[in-house]
């Protein structure tokens, strides 16, 4: 393999796994606090590259406006989700899954019906590569690396904030949040909130480098979830580690054994569920409904 | 029993024989599916036995329904195929499930899908399976010099295949493994106290879903002649979760099968206006959804919840529900 090759599939590796990086992190938040499943995550993602592209190509804004929409209105998107579905069915860890599932299943129908049924390219913010001896790189992956690790910066003084230790308080035990005087109703629907902003802030910066499809959204989540596993649910750390480790793994198993990726990334999750159930950091989780 | 439910039974049956007679072959084909999806969805409620909602169905029915197709092709006889297909997935599922299943609920639930996906690719792309076109002119099941070749007799192969599965399942829920399995799924922790090995009879649960599932992946490549990879998708495997909803979650062996029939038969009839088709799975998901929110135990819970104690206060129901019952019982209050 020559260096060229090795650092191109490493930026490839590195681009996808930020997506899944930040996707998995919202699914492990919403897990904590809320003790839902949102399989609706993906398709926020799905949703938020298109909004960028409606906002960038068809309204002729510029591409930071775009991210900043697709934050905003996925963040609002879940917060109606929150309180027309999830409040009513909380209670049950299944009923809530199946809800989230049928949720996915009307938006990702919906948007096919509408406005997804072709793929929608957005045209390259920094067009160009980076040349740098033998090795050359796409300075729109670049992008798309460097906005991810910004946000994932951001993310983290978000956590430390009062809110963002309201949250980590309220996933520990919101009984106790509430006897600290914390709004746990009102957690919740902030925890929302941010866990789907971040699905559709990854689809805002990936749409240049990838442009925005239909299938989009339900190939990140798998991916989210193998993120999970191999992160060790409920750690945020662990998801933003597992996120990069998992996009290159797949980045080169896809070099060699073409689609059979998926099977190859399956072998070594379950040889890591082998011998590190926890995760690579994660404590072994609280599982709602064990 | 009483003796209005055993002519409700006995009606109940002899319909169930006298249906491809009665109907158009069309609606015997629905029925055929219907028949499917019924086992299907059973396997979904005995794994929720445990506690456990799988979402790997697609996989081990592309596993029973391959099988049978690369083995007919080379001139076994199908009895025979899609006994090696049940064993094969549970061999299979064995070595792949003691992975995932010691790892808790959500582990196996993540390793479920991961796995359904991954099968599903497996399928389309190694050239064995006959790639993304599958594989097609599989022979029709014979037994004897007699062929099922017709809708009618494949309807009652398929309902001796559901017949065999419920039976199974009625003896095992009814043993003393079936009441390990109400236990671990009121509660794991009680279920651990009283000295019950939880993943041990998780695992023997998965492994006697896994055949049954691959059984009625036999049937259906048996009726339809031919194994495609979009047959045995994830998504097919998960709509199964539909029937137990609408069905009900409390009643293992009743509510897939009245799932199945409702979300098999009413799509069937209303596809029938024009323009409908597309918004088919948006209707069948708000559906879903507002079931869950305001029916969170489905059709059969209601009838427990509503129906039921409305009827117990007349007179005449208890006439007819104690009508052939020896013992005198007490109406309880």
């Known amino acids: 393999m020559s260096v060229g090759l090795f650092f191109q599939l490493l930026a490839n590796g590195l681009m996808s796994g930020g997506m899944y990086a930040l996707v998995a992190s919202g699914l492990t938040l919403t897990l904590g606090v ?19 592209f409606a906002v960038a190509e068809a309204l002729g804004l510029p591409y930071p406006v775009a991210i900043l929409a697709a934050l905003i209105s996925m ?12 409040q009513q069915v909380m209670t049950n860890f299944f009923s809530s899954m199946m809800a989230t599932i049928f949720f996915a299943m009307i938006i990702s129908q919906g948007s096919l019906l509408t406005f997804a049924s072709q793929e929608r390219a957005i045209p390259p913010v920094f067009p160009g590569t980076l040349n740098l001896g033998e090795v050359s790189l796409n300075w729109g992956k670049l992008l798309v690396i460097g906005c991810a690790i910004v946000v994932m910066v951001a993310l983290y003084y978000f956590m430390r904030t009062k809110i963002g230790t309201a949250m980590l308080a309220a996933a520990e035990s919101s009984d106790v949040a509430s006897l600290q005087g914390i709004n746990a109703k009102q957690i919740f629907w902030v925890t929302m909130a941010v866990g789907c902003g971040l699905s559709g802030i990854a689809g805002a910066i990936i749409a240049p480098a990838m442009g925005a499809y239909l299938m989009m959204g339900t190939n990140v989540f798998m991916r989210a979830l193998l993120v999970l596993m191999v992160g060790g649910m409920g750690s945020m750390s662990g998801a933003l580690i597992a996120g990069f480790l998992v996009g290159i793994v797949e980045s080169f198993a896809f070099q060699f054994v073409g689609y059979l990726n998926l099977i190859v990334i399956l072998v070594l999750v379950g040889a890591l569920m082998f011998f590190r159930p926890g995760g690579l950091l994660g404590k072994p989780l609280p599982v709602p409904g064990e | 029993m009483s003796r209005i439910a055993k002519i409700a039974l006995g009606v109940l049956v002899l319909l169930l024989i006298a249906f491809p007679l009665l109907v158009n072959p069309y609606t015997v084909q629905v029925g055929i599916t219907t028949i499917t999806y019924s086992m299907l969805g059973l396997a979904f409620a005995f794994s929720m036995r445990v506690g456990l909602p799988r979402l790997d169905i697609g996989a081990w029915w592309g596993v029973g329904g391959y099988t049978t197709a690369l083995l007919m092709k080379t001139g076994m006889s199908f009895w025979l195929t899609a006994l090696i297909g049940g064993i094969i997935a549970v061999i299979l599922g064995f070595l792949l499930f003691s992975i995932a299943l010691p790892r808790g609920m959500m582990a196996f639930f993540i390793f479920c899908m991961v796995l359904s996906m991954a099968f599903y690719q497996m399928f389309g792309s190694v050239p064995l399976f006959g790639g993304w076109g599958g594989i097609l002119d599989v022979p029709a099941p014979t037994i004897g010099s007699f062929t099922f070749i017709n809708k009618p007799e494949l309807y009652y192969m398929g309902l001796f295949f ?11 829920y009814n043993s003393k493994i079936g009441r390990a399995w109400a236990a671990i799924s009121s509660s794991l922790k009680l279920a651990r106290s009283v000295g019950i090995g939880v993943v041990r009879y998780r695992m023997a649960n998965v492994l006697i879903g896994n055949f049954f599932i691959a059984l009625a992946g036999s049937f259906f490549v048996a009726y339809y002649r031919a194994a495609i990879p979009t047959i045995f998708s994830f998504q097919a495997g998960a ?12 009643h293992f062996l009743t509510g897939p099968i009245l799932g199945a029939l409702i979300a098999t038969f009413i799509p069937e009839f209303v596809s029938r206006f024009k323009g409908y088709i597309e918004y088919q799975s948006i209707a069948i998901a708000v559906i879903v959804i507002l079931i869950l929110m305001f029916l969170p135990l489905g059709i059969l819970g209601w009838v427990d919840q509503r129906v039921k104690p409305w009827l117990y206060r007349r007179k005449w ?17």
């Open chain 1, 34 to 52: 809320l003790k839902i499943f949102n399989f609706a995550q993906g398709q926020f993602f799905m949703l938020g590259a298109f909004v960028t």
């Open chain 1, 75 to 86: 963040a609002i998107l879940g917060v109606v989700m929150y309180f027309g579905i999830i």
């Open chain 2, 162 to 172: 559901l017949a065999l599965t419920l039976v199974v399942y009625y003896l095992l």
């Open chain 2, 239 to 250: 709509i199964v979760m539909v029937y137990l909803i609408i069905g009900g979650f409390m």
């Open chain 2, 317 to 333: 129901y208890w006439r007819i529900s104690r009508w052939g019952v020896k013992e005198e019982r007490e109406i309880p209050a």
